[in-house]
């Protein structure tokens, strides 16, 4: 669960990324939406999930930034970007996770769709397969470009797992 559902304003942050660098909400919504998928390493809902944001990344990461927000530190970080192949950015909560506090959080993974606007669109906990079609969908329009399953048919995929 969040206390962040969609329509509210998303808290702006800076946080460092894993090569070092700064990286705020208000440079990555000047490209456009922001995926925010806020994670811990030892989670297994996270580890199912995060491929699939993979796949949000590679089809519209024109436009779009996905990022991931690890509650764990930076090698432990990087080895599960790597076990998941996850190569979109990811940024590190810093101690007593203030941002994800400030989102609300409960439970990982939990996964954020937000407008330049700062607004949040789609709000999720958990693996939640219609809001991820759902941020698909939304970002499709968005590229004026035709919505196509994020999931393939052969993959037997549940609609939902508890983070």
């Known amino acids: 669960m969040t206390n962040m559902e969609a329509g509210s304003s998303a808290p702006g942050f800076s946080l460092k990324a894993l090569d070092g660098k700064s990286c705020s909400l208000d440079s990555l919504l000047e490209r456009g939406p922001v995926v925010a998928a806020f994670f811990k390493i030892s989670c297994p809902v996270c580890q199912f999930t995060f491929p699939f944001l993979q796949r949000i ?28 192949g996850v190569t979109f950015p990811t940024l590190l909560d810093d101690p007593g996770y203030p941002v994800s506090n400030a989102y609300g959080l409960t439970n990982v993974p939990t996964v954020f769709l937000i407008n330049p606007d700062r607004k949040v669109k789609v709000a999720c906990t958990g693996f939640d397969k219609a809001a991820l079609e759902n941020i698909a969908g939304e970002l499709a329009q968005r590229q004026k470009i035709s919505a196509v399953s994020l999931f393939l048919p052969n993959e037997s995929v549940p609609a939902y797992k508890p983070g």
Do not use: H, L
């Open 57 to 84: 990344s590679e089809r519209f990461g024109k436009n779009v930034s996905v990022i991931g927000i690890s509650q764990d530190d930076a090698r432990s970080t990087k080895e599960f970007n790597q076990a998941y």
